[in-house]
């Protein structure tokens, strides 16, 4: 969620290069973006602009900082959810096909969709590849419904400038992480998803209690030295 007092160059600057982290291809990553309508279209601009400056190309050339997908059969994949936002109607703000310099491995442009509606393809499903969406809400509460109109739960943030109202709404969402301003995990603590995106968690002691066995005795009387 990027709320209204988000500094939106900062958000796409950030949500850009967290992107870039194995191509898309990390089940928790910040893929559907709810910003309120008036600021929907600089938004898409800034995100476009820091999205498509990637460098894409050989992973192990230091330069790169996106590489190719996992497989040609992942490749198809992707291009096939792109190919249905622009048929759904979705607003195809920069990407979209393959890289023109790289003419061999699965490699597929950085690409954000603007305007897309919560209820298109490529909002309801995970792309697990370099393809944001970016999706008009008309005020907060309407984005925080949004956010939660979904069947997963994983991972999320809320882009603002007040801590205290980052906390708030993070409150509200149906995530089993919610970071601020970034992408943010800690396997040191609980980690894990709300809905479809799974049950239990891992990492801290939320993580170990499902290894454990509980035991329950049940007495007559106190047991001497009882407090």
Same mark, same amino acid.
């Given at each position: 969620?990027?709320?209204?007092?988000?500094?939106?160059?900062?958000?796409?600057?950030?949500?850009?290069?967290?992107?870039?982290?194995?191509?898309?291809?990390?089940?928790?990553?910040?893929? #559907?973006?709810?910003?309120?309508? /008036?600021?929907?279209?600089?938004?898409?601009?800034?995100?476009?602009?820091?999205?498509?400056? /990637?460098?894409?190309?050989?992973?192990?050339?230091?330069?790169?900082?996106? &590489?190719?997908?996992?497989?040609?059969?992942? #490749?198809?994949?992707?291009? &096939?959810?792109?190919? /249905?936002?622009?048929?759904? @109607?979705?607003?195809?703000?920069?990407?979209?096909?393959?890289?023109?310099?790289?003419?061999?491995?699965?490699?597929?442009?950085?690409?954000?969709?603007?305007?897309?509606?919560?209820?298109?393809?490529?909002?309801?499903?995970?792309?697990?590849?370099?393809?944001?969406?970016?999706?008009?809400?008309?005020?907060?509460?309407?984005?925080?419904?949004?956010?939660?109109?979904?069947?997963? @739960?994983?991972?999320?943030?809320?882009?603002?400038?007040?801590?205290?109202?980052?906390?708030?709404?993070?409150?509200?969402?149906?995530?089993?992480?919610?970071?601020?301003?970034?992408?943010?995990?800690?396997?040191?603590?609980?980690?894990? &998803?709300?809905?479809?995106?799974?049950? @239990?968690?891992?990492?801290?002691?939320?993580?170990?209690?499902?290894?454990?066995?509980? /035991?329950?005795?049940?007495?007559?009387?106190?047991?001497?030295?009882?407090?």
């Amino acid at each position: 969620m990027i709320l209204d007092d988000a500094d939106l160059g900062a958000a796409a600057q950030t949500i850009a290069a967290g992107e870039c982290m194995l191509t898309g291809q990390v089940c928790s990553s910040l893929t #559907r973006l709810i910003v309120t309508r /008036k600021r929907h279209d600089e938004f898409v601009e800034a995100l476009s602009e820091a999205f498509s400056a /990637k460098v894409v190309g050989d992973p192990f050339d230091d330069t790169t900082e996106m &590489g190719p997908l996992a497989a040609e059969r992942q #490749r198809d994949r992707v291009e &096939g959810y792109i190919a /249905k936002g622009r048929e759904e @109607g979705a607003t195809l703000a920069t990407g979209g096909g393959r890289p023109s310099h790289l003419d061999k491995g699965w490699f597929v442009e950085p690409t954000v969709f603007g305007n897309v509606d919560n209820g298109a393809t490529i909002a309801r499903e995970e792309i697990f590849g370099p393809v944001l969406t970016v999706i008009p809400a008309d005020d907060e509460p309407a984005a925080i419904a949004t956010a939660n109109d979904t069947i997963y @739960g994983l991972n999320s943030s809320v882009f603002t400038e007040d801590v205290d109202r980052a906390r708030s709404v993070a409150a509200e969402l149906r995530a089993g992480t919610v970071g601020h301003n970034a992408f943010r995990t800690d396997f040191g603590i609980a980690f894990g &998803g709300f809905k479809q995106s799974g049950q @239990g968690r891992e990492g801290g002691i939320e993580g170990l209690r499902s290894y454990l066995e509980v /035991k329950t005795v049940i007495l007559e009387g106190r047991p001497e030295g009882y407090r």
